[in-house]
C-alpha cells in the first residue's frame, strides 16, 4: 500500500486568474461562472508504488465542477496516464488519482460523483522555462505561462490552502491558456486560471 510520487505539477482553470479554490476559505470558493472546469497535469520525476516504478509518467486530470462551489462536489472527472505506461503502471497511478490509496487526492475524491473511464493517451510535453505545453491527444491542451511584471519579477503563492494540500512549498502564478474538449465530459472549456510547481506524495 506504500507509494510515493514528486515532480511537477501544471494547473490550470476556467475562473479567472487567480482561482479562489487555491486558498481553500469557503467563503471565497465562488466560481466565477457558477461553474468550474480544470485540467492539471503531473509530470512524475521520481516515484514508486507498491514496487511498482512510476518515475518518467505524466497523468492529466479533466474535471468538471457543476458550482456554484467546489466543495458543493457532483464533479464528474476522467484520468488520462500518457500511453508509455504499462499496465502495472496505469493501474497503481489510476488507484493513485482516484484517491483509493490515501494521501492527497483522498481528499478530492468525495467531491467527485463520477468517475470516467480511465484513457491511454498519447501525451507531449513542450518545456520552454517560462512556457510548458501539455498536449493529450482526443482531449486537449494546457499552456501554461509564468507570470512576470514589467521587469521580469514572477509572483509566488505560498502557505496553505492548495499549496500545503497539494504537496507543494511554493506555487508559481502560471496564466494558462489551455481548450479542453472530452466529449464525455459535461462541456468543452477553455482556462485562463493557472499555476505551478514541484510537489511531493507519500503515504
Not at 59 to 76: C, E, H, K, S, Y
Not at 162 to 186: I, K, N, T
Request: charged share 20%; aromatic share 8%; glycine share 12%.
Amino acid at each position: 500500500m506504500a507509494w510515493r510520487l514528486s515532480g511537477q505539477i501544471i494547473e490550470s482553470c476556467s475562473c479567472n486568474m487567480f482561482c479562489p479554490c487555491w486558498y481553500m476559505v469557503p467563503e471565497l470558493m465562488t466560481m466565477d461562472q457558477g461553474w468550474c472546469d480544470s485540467a492539471v497535469a503531473w509530470r512524475i520525476q521520481d516515484g514508486n508504488a507498491d514496487g511498482v516504478n512510476l518515475g518518467g509518467r505524466t497523468v492529466v486530470l479533466g474535471i468538471d465542477f457543476p458550482g456554484p462551489t467546489m466543495f458543493d462536489g457532483g464533479a464528474t472527472a476522467r484520468l488520462y496516464v500518457d500511453d508509455q505506461a504499462d499496465e502495472e503502471q496505469r493501474l497503481e497511478l489510476e488507484s493513485i488519482y482516484q484517491g483509493k490509496k490515501g494521501g492527497t487526492m483522498e481528499a478530492l475524491a468525495p467531491l467527485i460523483s463520477h468517475w470516467l473511464p480511465t484513457q491511454s493517451a498519447s501525451i507531449s510535453v513542450a518545456d520552454e522555462g517560462d512556457r510548458i505545453g501539455v498536449s493529450v491527444s482526443n482531449a486537449g491542451q494546457i499552456e501554461s505561462n509564468l507570470l512576470k511584471d514589467s521587469e521580469g519579477h514572477g509572483f509566488e503563492l505560498r502557505g496553505g490552502g492548495f499549496v500545503a494540500g497539494f504537496g507543494m512549498d511554493v506555487a508559481q502564478m502560471a496564466p494558462s491558456a489551455s481548450r479542453w474538449s472530452d466529449p464525455d465530459l459535461p462541456r468543452s472549456f477553455e482556462t485562463k486560471s493557472g499555476a505551478r510547481g514541484n510537489f511531493t506524495w507519500s503515504v
